[in-house]
């Protein structure tokens, strides 16, 4: 893949592997995990049906820059909850990166209440012209046509920062959306200094808010924050 698109990789983008890239993390995996997870290994990297893309990940402590870390999650949950696969890919063997925009422009069938409810946002938006992203459950489910999703799954969105007054707006507009589907929302905001902050915390009364990178997490002053989007 053409390395000057690698270097704009950022958090939560799916990451599309080779076939050889994929056995090769598989055989680590399946050497060292549970013998009770051996199946999870087995289903992310030796599925031939379907091929579960990594999600870009921040690991504080790599320092090699031939390899980018990502996190894998299985369709299947474990004990009821989902797992998550921390492993690292080697640059070259990316095929293609997906950012969560162009995961929502994908087609997809609303066949549960939280995948409804994706449907009537996207709509919204796009009569709008609104650029959302799609994350998590429901934004694997797009991507691999897995059913990743089922009746208490939330919605996790992301939205490049606009001003303070439009945040508040569209935020107000896509729980209005959730609530008639009784699903829960989580809106987050890409801040133009690379930090990704939850929408809702931004509505609080806190002096600073929890912002969140491929590099680290910080506690951004709220005023600081206002001023980038404002």
């Not at 051996?38 to 031939?48: A, H, I, P, S, V």
């Not at 934004?139 to 001003?163: H, Q, R, V």
């Not at 609530?179 to 890409?190: G, K, M, N, T």
Request: one cysteine or more; aromatic letters at 8%.
């Amino acid at each position: 893949m053409d390395e000057t698109k690698l270097k704009f990789i950022n958090r939560h983008d799916f990451i599309v592997i080779s076939n050889k890239e994929r056995q090769r993390i598989g055989k680590q995996y399946l050497s060292a995990c549970p013998l009770n997870q051996r199946d999870f290994g087995k289903e992310l990297f030796f599925n031939t049906k379907y091929s579960i893309p990594g999600i870009a990940r921040r690991e504080e402590s790599s320092k090699d820059r031939s390899l980018l870390p990502v996190g894998f999650v299985p369709c299947t949950k474990y004990c009821g909850q989902r797992l998550r696969i921390a492993a690292a890919v080697y640059m070259t063997e990316v095929e293609d990166v997906v950012c969560p925009e162009k995961i929502l422009r994908m087609p997809f069938i609303p066949r549960n209440k939280c995948m409804s409810a994706l449907a009537d946002i996207n709509a919204w938006a796009a009569a709008q012209s609104l650029s959302l992203g799609v994350l998590g459950s429901a934004g694997l489910e797009i991507f691999t046509g897995s059913p990743y999703t089922d009746k208490d799954s939330d919605l996790d969105l992301l939205m490049n920062a606009c001003s303070f007054f439009h945040i508040k707006k569209i935020y107000d507009q896509l729980q209005a959306i959730s609530r008639i589907y009784a699903v829960s929302l989580d809106l987050e905001i890409s801040l133009p200094n690379g930090y990704g902050v939850k929408a809702a915390e931004l509505f609080m009364e806190t002096r600073t808010v929890l912002g969140k990178s491929l590099q680290d997490v910080v506690l951004l002053k709220r005023e600081e924050i206002l001023c980038l989007i404002n």
